[in-house]
């Protein structure tokens, strides 16, 4: 084969698996499979009796907009269930996500101070993007009460105590627009939390999330370099140690 059909192989190769990264969902399950997409990465087996709650640890990062650790745990049992963890690397927990989430709602996206959110108000179609007078970070909140009272009334116990297979029977219900919210419908709120959870795994760690560059690293994508000068003129799909902001 030449060098030229090789150097095509690799440009194949890499926009296939780097195309995923951007825009579209990493987790497998019930979830990826409804929404439609397909990738290498898919969901570990789900077990009724897990080891661990999908609960957050303690770590050294702090909350700055959920004010209890119980909606902040919802939060991550739901990415958790987007994004799960598999034999591939880590899960949304594992990433950070859900903090990168909490310093975003804390921030400029929760509380969309750079879009126009002055009435009137009027029904949008779907076509007409973001229409309601709701804040992300309000959304957020009403959609983490709906999924512990969606667990509360479906299985009597708490989001974060039902299995993954229930999990992923509440969300998947969000997705459909089956659950009731107020000011939003529920698959808007899926829709912000998808996006958020997948911005979360790869945003650069500066961020709160992508935690020591794990997202990146399962997708060999090399961060930010500051020059490729030294493969540039190498052959084929090039391995390059990833770098964040806050290393240059």
Known sequence: MSNDN????SRRDFLKTTGIATGTLIGGGLIG???GYNSKKTAAPSKTNQSHSNKTSETSQG???FTTDADFNVLAAATERIF????????AIDLGVPYFIDRQLAGQYGSNSKEYMQGPFHDGSPTQGYQTRLTRAEIFSEGVSKLEQEAQKRYKKGFTDISDKERDVILTAFQKDK?????????FFFNLLRSATIEG??????????RNMEGWKMKGFPG???SYINV?????????????LGMH
């Open 201 to 210: 795994a790869y945003a650069d760690p500066l961020y709160g999330g992508n």
């Open 63 to 65: 909350k700055m907009y």
């Open 224 to 226: 930010h370099q500051m």
């Open 84 to 91: 799960p963890k598999d034999d591939l690397g880590g899960g």
């Open 232 to 244: 540039i003129e190498k052959e084929g799909f090039q391995k390059i140690a990833p770098k964040s």
């Open 6 to 9: 090789q150097k095509d192989i």
């Open 33 to 35: 499979g409804l929404i």
């Open 179 to 187: 659950v009731k919210m107020k000011g939003v419908s529920s698959a």
